[in-house]
């Protein structure tokens, strides 16, 4: 399994940004996938995750109506397009990819920085 991300910055509070994650090494329509975040001194959080084939997706509360997660399978990537962006949504950003949920393999994770 290969989970590479990209898209990660330097934002200010308000704005855009749209992460993406090229996938490879598994069967990408048969397994969830999604994105985990971690913020200095917090736990990690699972913040959305879809499987396309199913029809299924979850959004954590704290991004929910800001983030939109999309996959495109002929190209086996999956993208977080975050608007509104908080100081708080300050955290590396990883994909990460699961039979059931989104927690079995991660890449390295890319990092957004929201200014105030």
């Known amino acids: 399994v290969q989970l590479v991300e990209s898209g990660g910055g330097l934002v200010q509070a308000g704005g855009s940004l749209r992460l993406s994650c090229a996938a490879s090494?598994?069967?990408?329509?048969?397994?969830?996938i999604g994105w985990l975040r971690q913020a200095p001194g917090k736990e990690r959080e699972e913040i959305s995750c879809t499987h396309s084939t199913i029809g299924s997706t979850v959004y954590a509360d704290s991004v929910k109506g800001r983030f939109t997660i999309s996959s495109d399978n002929a190209k086996n990537t999956v993208y977080l397009q975050m608007n509104s962006l908080k100081p708080e949504d300050t955290a590396i950003y990883y994909c990460a990819v699961g039979w059931v949920g989104c927690q079995d393999y991660r890449g390295r994770g890319t990092l957004v920085t929201v200014s105030t």
């Open positions: 090494g598994f069967p990408f329509d048969d397994y969830h």
